[in-house]
């Protein structure tokens, strides 16, 4: 998909429910998937899902500091 030119957004490494998983923890499992793209195929993601697409107005906040837009769309 990336080869093909598609934008592969971050959907996090354990995919834990951001609702359900501490800020700290979800800011780990999204680096941890970013560092894994990075060594693997070069890619660096701008676009976030969360999980099972629940959210909060924390984890919203907490993607814009890390610089990740949230794709709230099914």
Same mark, same amino acid.
């Given at each position: 998909m990336i080869?093909?030119?598609h934008t592969i957004?971050? !959907?996090t490494?354990? !995919?834990k429910s951001f609702i359900?998983? *501490?800020l *700290?923890?979800?800011v780990e499992d999204v680096l941890l998937f970013e560092e894994?793209? !990075?060594q693997e195929y070069h890619y660096h993601m701008n676009y976030?899902?969360?999980p099972k697409g629940e959210f909060t107005?924390?984890?919203l906040a907490l993607m814009q500091q890390l610089q990740l837009k949230t794709d709230l769309n099914s």
């Open positions: 080869y093909d030119g957004g971050n !959907h490494y354990k !995919h359900e998983t *501490s *700290s923890d979800i894994y793209m !990075h976030v899902r969360p107005e924390q984890t």
